[in-house]
């Protein structure tokens, strides 16, 4: 009797049972006990809403769209201009490096602008954002000097001869290659390229002790050269290109012109067209900008705050209407649908 009492209620000595039970401990917070807030949508509280956030909404991006309309901005594409007359081939004409690529390209100022002058290159119809191609890096090897012979995941540009390439990679090895050169009055105006790139990218992304080796060795050139001597962390022509683009169409910031242009001066410039865009139908275009506190010309930002807040208002103009035509008393059990009388009834 005992040896059985003991073996079914446990420890035999007297006690309570235990119960071996995986209900969690009881708390108001895991029952969802805890008191809570609970807004009730009256008609009134709705409207009031759209209408304070059509308020806040509106003046933001009549304030935006205004700020974008003050940048300035000078749009050329020269990528058929640059191509001589009697150049029935662009793509042979842009791979022979035999034949001199310079072209000269006048631009006039519309309005005045004010330093600094942003200067921009735009490719379109260029897909960075292809998959195999933004894989084709390796983020250690530009990071780190005791990597630099890690070429994974960099295919088809991995090594030359043998030899490791550094940095390798589609994105590295179609580095943007055209240059330019401005003048205004016969007089060269000084593109400041220093600080054009994330600080963050040269910091953390690219190596101070990280050099070039074997790049732009192979049997087909991509794109720009880069100085052996100079460490990855400031070939700031790389790092913002290697930040890849997510749209086909897109600008790169080439540099900085620290001079104020007065409306309809002219300005000369002194263009390399050697990079080939002609292969895939891209275009490409050098743009000069102004900034304002929003930053570039961009309408979109004004747009969609114009549209959520022209929304609202109308939504709070159709609920009004609706509140007064057709008004209904808050917690009317009529309107239940067990309490609807069935169609046909």
């Known amino acids: 009797m005992d040896a059985a009492g003991s073996s079914a209620g446990g420890s035999g000595d007297g006690s309570a049972p235990r119960r071996n039970s995986r209900k969690p401990k009881y708390s108001k917070f895991t029952q969802q006990e805890l008191p809570a807030c609970k807004p009730i949508l009256t008609p009134k509280w709705v409207i009031t809403v759209f209408v304070l956030v059509g308020v806040i909404f509106v003046p933001i991006g009549v304030a ?86 890690d070429t994974t995941n960099c295919d088809p540009e991995t090594t030359v001869d043998g030899k490791p390439i550094l940095p390798c990679g589609l994105i590295a090895w179609s580095l943007f290659n055209d240059t330019y050169t401005f003048a205004l009055h016969s007089k060269n105006l000084t593109v400041d390229k220093k600080d054009i790139s994330w600080k963050s990218d040269r910091d953390h992304k690219f190596g101070s002790d990280v050099f070039p080796k074997n790049f ?51 300005i000369t410039v002194r263009l390399e067209n050697n990079y080939n865009t002609y292969s895939f139908g891209g275009k490409k275009k050098l743009v000069l900008s102004t900034s304002t506190w929003l930053g570039g010309k961009n309408d979109f930002l004004g747009f969609a705050y114009l549209t959520v807040g022209g929304l609202c208002f109308f939504l709070a103009f159709a609920f009004t209407l609706l509140y007064l035509i057709k008004p209904r008393k808050l917690g009317d059990n009529n309107y239940l649908s067990w309490n609807r009388t069935p169609a046909g009834r």
């Open 64 to 149: 935006s769209l205004r700020a974008s309309r003050q940048v300035v901005e000078i749009v050329d594409r020269y990528d058929e201009a640059c191509v001589p007359a009697d150049v029935t081939d662009k793509l042979s004409y842009i791979q022979n490096s035999t034949i001199p690529k310079t072209c000269t390209r006048t631009l006039k100022v519309t309005k005045d602008m004010k330093q600094p002058i942003f200067v921009y290159y735009q490719l379109d119809n260029f897909y960075q954002n292809h998959r195999r191609y933004v894989k084709s890096r390796n983020d250690a090897q530009l990071r780190d000097r005791s990597k630099e012979s």
């Open 216 to 266: 732009q060795k192979g049997a087909l050139i991509g794109g720009k050269a880069l100085d052996p001597l100079v460490p990855l962390s400031q070939q700031e022509d790389l790092i913002v290109w290697m930040r890849t683009a997510a749209l086909p169409t897109f600008r790169k910031l080439y540099g900085r012109i620290h001079v104020d242009l007065k409306e309809n001066d002219t």
